[in-house]
């Protein structure tokens, strides 16, 4: 009889795979969803957070189908827009309950989130007035692919346009993100000097690495660990083998040194932005965002697979970058 341990690690392996050969297929799909998230969510970092969610539903629901998908796309528009429909409304209802009775803002979508100047629809929008104008105005979708991605009738899209086009109004300014500049300088002290050791004193016991998209792991022993890839492998050149790794197509050009690590501001907080060595001269491939408790780390999250906020993020800091994919194993097909 099988132990839970070997079960589970048998049944992790025929996840993993199936899951790659969902991301494979679905690939090409990548950036509209960023975009289309990049919308109703308004941050990079949220955006990629609901894509990757909305990729994460998808796979769980496709497993629970008994028919085919008729349209991928607007089947994955329908997953984002229910899932941030669900978190605008609870995130309204929490802070209704932290308010009070008394003090019950007027309706207003995201009141917690940061609200970055970018796009061009704003806070005043509902959830689902904001996606419907996105969906036409930016998509070009049907009033029929809209009601069917909105969960709703060709009537109730054309009420909700007709709200959203006429509330729309400038965004209020950005919203101040506080992260210790101190910790950032401190890590990017230690990256550069490759001092394992001094990187890993810097994070607290519960601490959080994660690369986004691919690995997540929980406290200081996990990064300390090579194997791993997600913490201690930063520090070492970028490489392709056969357990996968940066296409070779996308490496052109590209010197297999170290990359030199730096504290770079944007908008309203800072990020770890890091640059590889070219033959034209040195390109950030990924930045990382850092959450701190006083002179500690709380959570890393490297975007080395995200080509859409890398993209997004360097154009708006203007400095050349590069991009590594979506995927770190090897094109089986």
């Not at 209020?172 to 004193?201: H, I, K, M």
Request: glycine fraction near 6%; charge should be negative; hydrophobic fraction near 40%.
């Amino acid at each position: 009889m099988s132990t839970p341990t070997k079960d589970l690690s048998t049944l992790s392996d025929g996840v993993k795979s199936s899951w790659h050969r969902f991301l494979d297929v679905f690939e090409p799909m990548r950036p509209e969803l960023y975009r289309y998230c990049r919308y109703l969510t308004r941050s990079p970092w949220a955006a990629e957070d609901l894509a990757q969610d909305t990729l994460a539903r998808a796979f769980v629901t496709l497993g629970t189908l008994f028919h085919e998908v008729p349209n991928p796309r607007g089947w994955l528009f329908r997953i984002a827009s229910n899932l941030w429909i669900d978190r605008a409304r609870r995130s309204r209802f929490d802070d209704a309950l932290a308010l009070g009775p008394s003090s019950v803002p007027p309706a207003q979508v995201d009141a917690r989130e940061p609200r970055e100047a970018a796009g061009t629809l704003f806070v005043q929008l509902s959830p689902q007035e904001r996606a419907a104008v996105v969906l036409k105005d930016v998509f070009g979708l049907s009033l029929e692919e809209i009601a069917d991605a909105l969960s709703t009738t060709v009537g109730g899209v054309k009420a909700a346009l007709h709200r959203g086009r006429g509330r729309l109004a400038d965004p209020e300014s950005a919203s101040a993100r506080t992260v210790a500049p101190g910790v950032l300088d401190a890590f990017c002290e230690a990256f550069n000097a490759r001092d394992l050791g001094r990187l890993t004193s810097l994070l607290l016991d519960n601490a959080v690495v994660e690369i986004v998209g691919v690995v997540t792991e929980y406290g200081t022993e996990a990064p300390a660990d090579p194997r791993t890839g997600s913490f201690a492998g930063t520090l070492a050149p970028i490489a392709f083998d056969e357990r996968g790794g940066v296409p070779p197509e996308l490496l052109e050009g590209y010197l297999a040194t170290s990359p030199r690590c730096a504290v770079h501001a944007y908008r309203d907080t800072h990020l770890l932005v890091f640059w590889y060595e070219h033959v034209d001269g040195p390109k950030v491939r990924t930045v990382m965002t850092v959450d701190a408790e006083g002179d500690c780390i709380l959570r890393v999250r490297n975007y080395f697979f995200t080509p859409d906020v890398i993209r997004e993020v360097c154009e708006e800091l203007q400095v050349p970058y590069r991009v590594n994919g979506y995927r770190y194993w090897p094109d089986r097909h």
